[in-house]
């Protein structure tokens, strides 16, 4: 059956919570399971719209998962600290500069969360694999942002 966009999402968020979905064709076939019908084209453009990322599962493997905030929210301070405790392993600055490390693949989930944190000393985020850096406002400095993430990550 062919549901509502928001439906499908649902159904979609659902199946990522229950299962190690590691590529679209594998959700595709998980939800056909389920007796919804989608096309690859229609899952890509709700794994973007829910929000939904890859992260590296245990074993190193590759699958997707959605944040706990939709995109478009500012996340609460309380929901920064646990993505930071949960995925910062170190933090250093220079000038107005800093630099955030992560496990292999996880980079992108903690600039994500400092993304929509809407912190006013971040100025935006840069994501690599295992790495972020973080553009701190010239007028707090790389040091204190530096200092905040690192109490923020429990470090």
């Not at 993304?115 to 985020?125: C, I, K």
């Amino acid at each position: 059956m062919r549901l509502p966009r928001a439906a499908r999402q649902h159904r979609i968020e659902q199946i990522l919570e229950r299962h190690a979905v590691a590529s679209q064709g594998q959700l595709v076939e998980l939800l056909a399971e389920a007796g919804v019908e989608a096309t690859q084209a229609t899952v890509s453009r709700d794994l973007e719209e829910i929000g939904a990322v890859k992260v590296r599962a245990a074993g190193g493997e590759s699958i997707y998962a959605v944040p706990d905030l939709p995109k478009d929210r500012v996340a609460p301070e309380e929901h920064l600290r646990r993505v930071l405790g949960d995925w910062v392993v170190e933090v250093t600055s220079s000038a107005n500069l800093v630099v955030v490390r992560t496990p292999p693949g996880s980079a992108h989930v903690v600039a994500s969360a400092l993304d929509r944190a809407g912190l006013a000393e971040v100025v935006g985020t840069v994501a690599g694999d295992d790495t972020l850096l973080v553009v701190a406002d010239e007028r707090i400095g790389g040091s204190a942002l530096a200092d905040r993430i690192s109490s923020l990550a429990g470090l």
